[in-house]
């Protein structure tokens, strides 16, 4: 099997040890992804599925520690300056090839670093994930881009979502009733304005009517814009892993 990154001339930085995970498991998808499963399939993005259910939102390690890897080799080439192309999707197994939408989520020090996503599965979930880490890195308007001696020292955290889903209510009572903390990532969108948080936020908001305030007030529509009348609220749910805490970090 032909390897599945090119890297460019000039790229300069040597790999890390997760790094050198991309090249093991491009040279053996059959070992690495679950018996002969990934052996011989190539989905393009039109055949892949779009994941509807969290029944379906199951990565094994193997594909969870690649995923890592490949953001954070996305984060190293975009703060570098160095844009280095994703994987051919043509040489993935079907659950990484799958559409499938994600956010990336970094931390410093504990500290919120960048956090980027898409909410619709537009491409694959390895299309998505270097997308998706390159902007955390670089393009969150919230944080200076992240400098190249700063990306070890940075945590990556990957939620690969389930399509949301609108759920329906007749009063705010009703919504915060059918809202489960701790599972529920939640969508608000309010005429143009669109925000979400990730179920992860409930460990921090536990209280609904505080969680939605601040879903709220990202979105730009006030503590109340979730009681607003044409406010629709969409639920979806997660699986999400993380790299071990950076030494000294």
């Not at 953001?71 to 090839?97: F, G, Q, T, V, Y």
Request: proline share 9%; glycine share 8%.
């Amino acid at each position: 099997m032909r390897a599945a990154f090119r890297k460019p001339a000039n790229m300069k930085h040597e790999a890390s040890d997760r790094e050198k995970t991309l090249g093991r498991l491009a040279r053996g998808w059959k070992a690495w992804l679950g018996g002969g499963s990934a052996e011989g399939k190539r989905v393009t993005l039109e055949e892949a599925p779009v994941v509807s259910g969290p029944e379906s939102c199951q990565l094994n390690g193997a594909a969870r520690e690649f995923l890592l890897a490949l953001a954070r080799r996305s984060i190293r080439s975009a703060a570098a300056n160095s844009p280095e192309a994703p994987p051919d999707e043509a040489d993935l197994p079907p659950e990484l090839a799958a559409r499938r939408a994600c956010f990336v989520t970094l931390t410093r020090e504990g500290a919120l670093r960048g956090c980027v996503g898409n909410l619709s599965a537009d491409c694959s979930l390895v299309r998505a994930v270097w997308r998706n880490a390159a902007k955390a890195a670089c393009n969150d308007p919230r944080f200076p881009p992240v400098a190249p001696e700063e990306v070890d020292r940075l945590r990556i955290e990957i939620s690969v979502l389930t399509e949301p889903q609108v759920l329906r209510f007749e009063s705010p009572e009703e919504l915060i009733a059918r809202l489960r903390p701790g599972r529920d990532g939640v969508v608000l969108r309010v005429g143009p304005k669109v925000a979400t948080l990730l179920p992860q936020v409930w460990s921090q908001l536990p209280a609904p009517h505080d969680f939605l305030r601040c879903l709220s007030r990202k979105a730009g529509c006030g503590d109340l814009g979730w009681q607003a009348p044409e406010a629709v609220i969409s639920v979806y749910q997660v699986e999400h892993f993380e790299e071990p805490a950076p030494r000294g970090g």
